[in-house]
Antibody
Framework: QVQLQESGPGLVKPSETLSLTCDVS??????????WGWIRQPPGKGLEWIGN???????YYNPSLKSRVAISVDTSKNQFSLKLSSVTAADTAVYYC??????????????????WGQGTLVTVSS | EIVLTQSPGTLSLSPGERATLSCRAS???????LAWYQQKPGQAPRLLIY???SRATGIPDRFSGSGSGTDFTLTINRLQPEDFAVYYC?????????FGQGTKLEIK
């Protein structure tokens, strides 16, 4: 049974970089049939897709965050990571990692999220 | 980007009744690339439907999805106590993928 678990600091100062890791168990991130994604949800609000990665290293980002986001994958540890730079209070949210059985090409991704981590709250505050 | 508008914002029903949730897109969603999720307080979203009408693994058949183009519907028959939650639609036919703002299904 595939499980995802986010980890990382719960408090980040404004202008600094938010860093989170998603550990995957019960399934290999090196599966060619899946992408791995990050989604966030500000308190009391809706969901926003941040970006995706394939184990071969191809990345796809939401244009609204593209200039500040970097997603990477470590197949040896069966995990993938998110970095979001120059954070502000608007980046305060629950961050979820998820598995995406869709596909990506020509710079765009077309898929849903079939398995999610429990989420981790990241607060941006001094 | 495609904007998804869900209605109603809140739906108050009793166990045993049928719930009909709407998701309207600002432009046509290609290939019926639409998913539905259920989220309970303090939990991650749970995939219910993908491809507009395909149930995800383990989802009871009282949940059904329909629609195409710009209008999609999630129907929940014979509401159970565990069905009261917030429901989100998500389109993945156009990049970036976007979510609706949610419909809260509450016990009347």
């Amino acid at each position: 049974q595939v499980q995802l678990q986010e980890s990382g600091p719960g408090l980040v100062k404004p202008s600094e970089t938010l860093s989170l890791t998603c550990d995957v168990s019960g399934f290999s991130v090196s599966s060619s049939s899946y992408y791995w994604g990050w989604i966030r949800q500000p308190p009391g609000k809706g969901l926003e897709w941040i970006g995706n990665i394939h184990y071969r290293g191809s990345t796809y980002y939401n244009p609204s965050l593209k200039s500040r986001v970097a997603i990477s994958v470590d197949t040896s540890k069966n995990q993938f990571s998110l970095k979001l730079s120059s954070v502000t209070a608007a980046d305060t949210a629950v961050y979820y990692c998820a598995r995406d059985p869709g596909f990506c090409n020509d710079g765009s991704c077309y898929g849903w999220f079939d398995t999610w981590g429990q989420g981790t709250l990241v607060t941006v505050s001094s | 980007e495609i904007v998804l508008t869900q209605s109603p914002g809140t739906l108050s029903l009793s166990p045993g009744e049928r719930a009909t949730l709407s998701c309207r897109a600002s432009q046509s969603v290609s290939s019926r690339y639409l998913a539905w999720y259920q989220q309970k307080p303090g939990q991650a979203p749970r995939l219910l439907i993908y491809g507009a009408s395909s149930r995800a693994t383990g989802i009871p058949d009282r949940f059904s999805g329909s629609g195409s183009g710009t209008d999609f519907t999630l129907t929940i028959n014979r509401l159970q106590p565990e069905d009261f939650a917030v429901y989100y639609c998500q389109q993945y036919g156009s990049s970036p993928r976007t979510f609706g703002q949610g419909t809260k299904l509450e016990i009347k």
